[in-house]
């Protein structure tokens, strides 16, 4: 086992010391610090020494990439220190002192989002398998009849059988994983609701409650609203007024304005209800409350914002610029994720596929994901044999064609520039090509080259040609711009160096 010792002895050092340390935690590979005076910490003096593969700052947290064996370094780090861990959570709340009010907004954005989008990763691998099944029609598979009848379209061209017009079994199989698909999507106000109140640390059941108020079999659909005349849709008959019953499924700023309203609520009354009896009235008062706000005017002012939004977005993705807005998506994307402002693309794409049943934005993001994975690959082939480096780069390309880009950016592509920037460009290609194409995913899924998999059928190939964009273009102009001295000042070689090939 490795010794750490004199490591963390000069780390602590080079952080400030002690006192300079508001809170410490590590993640799996990473020392995570909160400090109380940021510009204390001598970064280039903390990369210099052996254990330590690379630093950055994220989300008011300095961190210091330390590998495998961090749990270890931590403990070491401890001991000499002083300083007692934290879990994440306080290490994030602790954060928020080194943060800006957009900060704060996008890392509360981040913290809602976060635990629910596995399920949503999931939701989108499930459309785009269902699709597989019942939407892509296969000569192979004979033509579809009808009473008998042969099917035509409109051209008088033969329509084919899909998948579950000829398998029973793959038919049962498709209508089987729409119980999940509807799970994930159609009730998603239940998680985001849940997900506010575990951020807020209000009472998780409340929020779940509210949720299921939003979604409940009792209203009417949110889908079927649009086709629903006005005197037909059902309502709460209070005698002086009514309210109309209609759901907020797959709704996402409606779930977000009525969990909020229901934790300050909480909140509030926790302060001023006696102790005695608060587990009777503050969960009453918080919760009936704000069923009915959500209903009268949180549900239809979020809706409107919600449809808003995405039409905003929608109009720019269909528009004769679709070719711009796609080429600076992509070529931003990245500077973005820096800033924490990417985050807000979550509800902007769920929203999207609530409205539109797809979304454009996503299968750009894997696209960016992919093309800041290729230029640290650029980077392992021009520094091979720096096995120090190699500890970071490997897994980080590796997480980037995943869909973890972070590691990757922070730890290679901005430490040198210009392989950030060529990673951009890539992006910003793909993201073009993308666009023009109108390439649609049914849903967010891995960000990186397994998104595939949620892109709608008909744009695979499309997509499969901006994936080879992402991957080719970074890796080519990150050697070329290395070659040249091209926004390069800390990397810096001549055009004859024999590693490049004269």
Sequence with gaps: MA?????????????????????VSHCATRMRFVLNDPAKADSKKIEEIPAVKGTFTQA??????????????????????????????????ASKQNQNPVQRAMSVLAEIFSPIIPAIIVGGL?????NILEAIPMESLGQLMVDGVAQVNSAGE????????VSQFWSGVNSFLWLIGEAIFHFLPVGITWSVAKKMGTTQILGIVLGITLVSPQLLNAYAVAGTAAADIPVWDFGYFTIDMIGYQAQVIPAMLAGFVLAYLELGLRKIVPQAISMIFVPFFALVPTVLIAHTVLGPIGWVIGNWVSSVVYAGLGSSFSWLFGALFGFLYSPLVITGLHHMTNAIDLQLIADFQGTNLWPMIALSNIAQGSAVLAIIFLHRGNEKEEQVSIPAAISCYLGVTEPAMF???????????????????????????????????VGGIPGFLSIQNQYWPIFFLC??????????????FRKYNILNKSDQVTITEPELGK
């Design 467 to 480: 994936m080879a964009i992402a991957i080719v273009v970074p890796f080519v102009l990150t050697i070329v």
């Design 158 to 165: 033969p329509v084919y059988n899909t998948i579950v017009n």
């Design 60 to 93: 008011g947290q300095y961190q210091v990439i330390i590998g495998n064996d961090v749990a270890t370094f931590y403990n070491e780090f401890s001991k000499i220190s002083g300083k007692e861990g934290v879990s994440k959570d306080e290490v994030k709340a």
């Design 411 to 445: 730890g290679i592509n901005i430490k040198y520039i210009y392989p950030f920037v060529a990673a951009m460009i890539g992006s910003g290609l793909a993201g073009l090509v993308s666009t023009t194409f109108n390439v649609t995913a049914n849903s967010i899924g």
């Design 126 to 130: 499930i459309l785009g398998f269902r």
């Design 3 to 23: 010794d750490y010792k004199q490591d963390a002895k000069q780390l602590l050092e080079d952080v400030g010391g002690p006192d300079n340390i508001s809170a």
